[in-house]
């Protein structure tokens, strides 16, 4: 829906209904991804797409027939080797497109939403595409990431029930934090185990960035690990010989730079955040206590994490307090970085980083849930 928000945006605030066809999934070689987004405004003006082209004329025709009755549709398009005049993709894919009708009084939470997106303010929108009971398709849930540490996620809309919301609220925040799009898939009254209904939620926030300082094997299996749960990874290196992007082709930038100079230029450019993740992967006085006594000194990342021994990791925190950083400077560091999973190679390790962080940002205990009891979800 971002490339198409300044329209939708003029339309809305003109009280204007319009037609939007989104993409709530695909399948194989799909042309556009989900979140691509087609709108029919009142004038038959068509702006955006949901295929490049191939199946624009009939999500046209929908849309304007969605927008007269305001009877959401959730439409399959695929090739049909039956009739070769079907309507479908020719490259292959399948994609379902969710029509629906957008105004004031079916999304009235769109000025805010969009308010939020400009505003660079992370927010995901929830829909309700398909569900037993026709008559709920179509109901929307917006929520927000918390905005501090004590602050609780902020939601506006109804699935229809409080544990419906609850449960696509959890949801939305996972996927809010790490930047993802999906459609998921629930029971009726949003049973976890259960189907029938599938909600698609639409993230309006960038990737949260790890930052790995040190070109060692450590780092490409943490690189690897990091995009796996969809963070922007950053290697960084001041040694050009190490940082190649051979050695770490699952990075999505590998910088030669001194580790703390590469830091304190993102800090200024303002490219760092609270859900920034910085791992000190270097264990060599010269590059990790500099950029370390930047990092510490950063006023809200979400995890700063160290690897070494521990007297690697004590003489490391007596040259920081050398330096200067005070106790509750140092409480932010995680050194030895990592879970005590009993890791041994760099991909354990670079699981038992990942574990870390993970349980810091959800508030989990790390315990094994076989030997707890309770909610499993914080």
């Not at 905005?147 to 902020?154: D, H, I, K, S």
């Not at 060692?216 to 299996?221: K, P, Q, R, T, W």
């Not at 930038?253 to 609270?274: K, N, R």
Request: hydrophobic fraction near 45%; glycine fraction near 10%.
């Amino acid at each position: 829906m971002r490339d198409v928000m300044p329209a939708l945006k003029r339309w809305w605030e003109a009280s204007t209904p319009v037609g939007m066809g989104t993409v709530v999934a695909t399948w194989r070689s799909a042309p556009r991804q989900a979140g691509a987004a087609m709108l029919v405004g009142p004038d038959g003006e068509a702006v955006g797409s949901v295929s490049g082209g191939c199946v624009e004329g009939a999500v046209y025709e929908l849309a304007t027939a969605v927008t007269a009755d305001g009877v959401p549709v959730l439409q399959r398009y695929g090739v049909s080797d039956e009739d070769a005049f079907a309507v479908g993709l020719t490259c292959g894919g399948i994609i379902d497109v969710f029509v629906e009708r957008v105004d004031r009084a079916s999304f009235p939470q769109l000025g805010d939403v969009i308010a939020d997106v400009e505003a660079g303010r992370p927010v995901a929108v929830c829909t309700l595409i398909e569900h037993p009971d026709p008559t709920r398709v179509g109901a929307r849930l917006v929520v927000r990431a918390p905005a501090g540490e004590a602050a609780t996620a902020g939601t506006s809309g109804t699935m229809g029930s409080a544990r419906f919301d609850h449960a696509v609220a959890d949801d939305a925040l996972g996927l809010l934090e790490s930047g993802r799009t999906e459609t998921l898939v629930y029971g009726p009254d949003g049973e976890r185990r259960g189907e029938g209904a599938r909600v698609f939620v639409s993230s309006f926030a960038p990737r949260p960035r790890m930052i790995v300082f040190g070109a060692i094997d450590f780092a490409s299996a943490l690189a690897k690990m990091g995009s796996f749960l969809g963070y922007r990874v950053t290697v960084c290196d001041a040694r050009p010989v190490f940082a190649t992007r051979s050695r770490f082709p699952d990075a999505d930038e590998v910088v030669v730079s001194w580790p703390h100079e590469y830091l304190a230029a993102q800090a200024d450019e303002g490219l760092i955040d609270s859900r920034t993740v910085i791992a000190v992967l270097t264990h060599d006085p010269k590059f990790d206590v500099p950029v370390l006594e930047v990092a510490l000194r950063l006023p809200n990342v979400a995890y700063i994490g160290a690897m070494g021994s521990r007297r690697t990791s004590d003489d490391r925190v007596a040259r920081l307090r050398e330096a200067g950083l005070t106790d509750a400077e140092l409480s932010r560091l995680s050194a030895p970085i990592g879970l005590d999973l009993g890791a041994r190679t760099p991909e354990e390790t670079a699981v038992s980083i990942a574990a870390e962080i993970i349980s810091l940002r959800w508030g989990g205990a790390g315990e094994r849930l076989s030997e707890t009891v309770g909610a499993i979800h914080h």
